[in-house]
């Protein structure tokens, strides 16, 4: 979907978020894990993702890391991953091994780790 192997965003209110300059070419694509459509919103000029947007919480998009003006601004409060191997997360991370909510809309319980480190790698894959 990023043509990476992760993407690095940060989810804002609709309304606390705004674009400016050229408009964003679009691609949509469906999640294997909720069947939703997630929107894709990349530079039609280098292909870099700027935001996802989501049929699933339209209410909140996700802002790529990278296409902020100040990438730091930004710290890591919690970490979604699927069958993803290899992050090293701060101590005290919340870490799902899926969306953070279930298509019904109930949350689900992160798991923490004590220390800095790996994320046990997801042997059960999509969830």
């Not at 993803?84 to 799902?96: I, K, S």
Request: glycine content about 8%.
């Amino acid at each position: 979907m990023t043509g990476s192997t992760s993407c690095a965003e940060a989810q804002f209110p609709t309304d606390a978020v705004e674009f400016w300059g050229a408009t964003a070419s679009q691609y949509d694509h469906v999640s294997r894990g909720s069947g939703k459509v997630v929107h894709v919103h990349f530079c039609s000029s280098c292909g870099t993702t700027v935001a996802l947007t989501f049929e699933r919480w339209p209410e909140f998009p996700a802002i790529s890391r990278g296409s902020r003006e100040d990438p730091k601004r930004v710290s890591v409060g919690s970490h979604i991953r699927t069958a993803q191997t290899g992050v090293t997360l701060p101590a005290n991370t919340d870490c799902f091994r899926a969306a953070r909510a279930t298509l019904d809309g109930q949350a689900r319980t992160p798991q923490r780790f004590a220390a800095f480190g790996p994320c046990p790698p997801d042997t059960r894959g999509l969830s």
